[in-house]
């Protein structure tokens, strides 16, 4: 009767086995992913490139008719000129690499020398530390300000700019130590430049900043708890972004420079890279103690992105692809519009960069991934330029509009011009070949216990099991006459 009683109860933990072994978190390699060689390219869906350029024109329009003479810029609903003249200045500084001449040259250097007067001035801005009442605020308009200087000391090597970029990113981390997932360190804003230097065809920064950068990381970031990080699935998935964050922009800056990072930071960014792609779940989903949010998921896209530049790894490749494929199923409607969610405000159309990035990444190894999120991107930057309004702002996202649509057209210009720039600088748009296997790199299979999303299917496995025990001893009368017959 034991045996039989056991033999009833096989199917269930048959059940079980079968489904643990035939879950994609067993292995992260998709069987759509490595796709057959094609006999024939496959067409790229079109971008027009024309229209992108024509867009960037009216937005470099709009922009130079908000600078006064004296350099300062003004915006309708900033709370002061320094606010106003950060915002446009990015808009500037970004329009300078595919658009600019020295006519906007001049521009933003007078924007420049605007901005570190204005800095200068109590009344604008107060270093030190911030009251209460006005943090939010003072971090706000800190965070553009060195935004627009990084990049404008990357475009011109002022001398200002970058003292000035400097002391801004000191002061936000002196007052917010735990927000450094918001680029306030200063090897972040250094290597930043560099990465504008180089697109713009500019003079690299002197190596004297080398120097700069790798001080701030062994001052200001945490390598212990970092390293810790890399080997605890339970962390919290920011925290992983945030301290991959500074590694992977400053190493990707020795990396133009022909030098590297030491070896324990280099060590450490792939193990950092590492443990994000554990933290990703089979449908592309992160897990995350906190609850979901768009802007994580596209944050780990990113990293992962850049990732794959600094290791040549197509494991972080595929994770990306994954990510921004599964946003996409989400919200990108048919038409290209991207409906997120409030809390999922700071995605902006900047996810076309990183899918075009990403998909330029897999071209030679997965047509389909590639020619998806080719498509994917496509849709979401065609859509964004009819979303223009005739002064060249932007109504992509209708939640923020103040101050003057100037938040949505730094960041939306932030994804058209770094779009452009792949497609100019890359093969991305070129009808696709044949895929060569052979040349690509194998993805990794992720222990089950270094998955957390195991967690999703062995507990209601578990709980099933449990009430199936339950239940069969609670009628194991029944079975008992039932076997016997």
């Not at 200063?186 to 003079?203: D, E, K, M």
């Not at 390293?227 to 992977?248: E, G, M, N, V």
Request: proline share 5%; glycine share 4%.
């Amino acid at each position: 009767m034991g045996s039989r009683a056991s033999l009833a109860r096989m199917p269930v933990f048959l059940l079980i086995g079968i489904l643990l072994s035939s879950t994609p978190l067993a292995s992260n390699t998709f069987p759509w992913f490595q796709s057959s060689a094609a006999a024939i390219p496959i067409s790229p869906p079109t971008l027009n490139t024309v229209a992108i350029n024509a867009s960037m024109r009216q937005v470099l329009t709009w922009a130079v008719s908000r600078v006064l003479p004296n350099g300062t810029a003004t915006l309708q609903g900033t709370s002061n000129n320094l606010w106003a003249t950060s915002l446009v200045g990015r808009t500037m500084t970004y329009l300078q690499l595919e658009i600019g001449d020295s006519t906007t040259r001049t521009i933003i250097q007078n924007m420049t020398k605007a901005e570190h007067i204005l800095l200068q001035n109590p009344s604008f801005i107060s270093y030190g530390i911030w009251s209460p009442a006005s943090l939010n605020t003072q971090f706000q308009v800190h965070l553009d300000a060195q935004k627009f200087l990084s990049r404008t000391y990357g475009l011109t090597l002022d001398p200002n700019a970058r003292s000035d970029l400097i002391n801004v990113t000191q002061n936000m981390h002196l007052n917010l130590p735990s927000r450094s997932d918001y680029f306030d360190t200063v090897a972040w804003t250094l290597s930043n430049a560099v990465w504008f230097a180089y697109y713009s065809g500019s003079t690299l920064p002197p190596a004297s900043d080398f120097t700069t950068a790798v001080q701030d990381l062994n001052t200001n970031y945490n390598q212990t708890g970092a390293t810790s990080a890399a080997a605890d699935q339970f962390i919290d998935f920011a925290k992983l972004l945030r301290f991959l964050k500074p590694i992977t922009y400053t190493d990707s800056y020795f990396r133009l420079q022909g030098n590297s990072l030491s070896q324990s930071y280099q060590t450490l960014e792939i193990g950092l890279a590492n443990q994000l792609v554990k933290r990703q779940r089979s449908d592309g989903n992160i897990v995350t103690v906190n609850p979901f949010k768009s802007y994580l998921v596209e944050d780990f896209a990113r990293d992962l992105d850049s990732s794959v530049y600094l290791n040549n790894n197509l494991t972080y490749a595929y994770s990306a692809y994954r990510a921004e494929s599964y946003l996409t199923s989400l919200y990108l409607q048919s038409n290209g519009n991207f409906s997120l969610p409030n809390n999922g405000a700071g995605l902006y159309p900047t996810g076309t960069y990183h899918m075009l990035s990403i998909a330029n990444d897999l071209r030679s190894c997965s047509s389909n991934a590639w020619y998806n999120i080719l498509t994917s991107s496509s849709k979401l930057l065609n859509y964004t330029l009819t979303t223009q309004y005739p002064d060249g702002t932007f109504r992509f996202f209708l939640n923020i509009t103040n101050p003057g649509n100037a938040l949505t057209t730094v960041n939306t210009v932030s994804g058209i011009v770094d779009s452009y720039l792949v497609i100019h600088n890359t093969n991305v748009l070129s009808p696709e070949t044949p895929v060569n296997l052979a040349g690509c790199q194998t993805i990794s299979s992720p222990s089950l216990f270094q998955n957390l999303s195991w967690l999703y299917i062995v507990i209601p496995l578990a709980l099933i099991v449990a009430v199936a025990i339950a239940y069969e001893r609670k009628h194991r009368a029944k079975y008992h006459g039932l076997v016997e017959k």
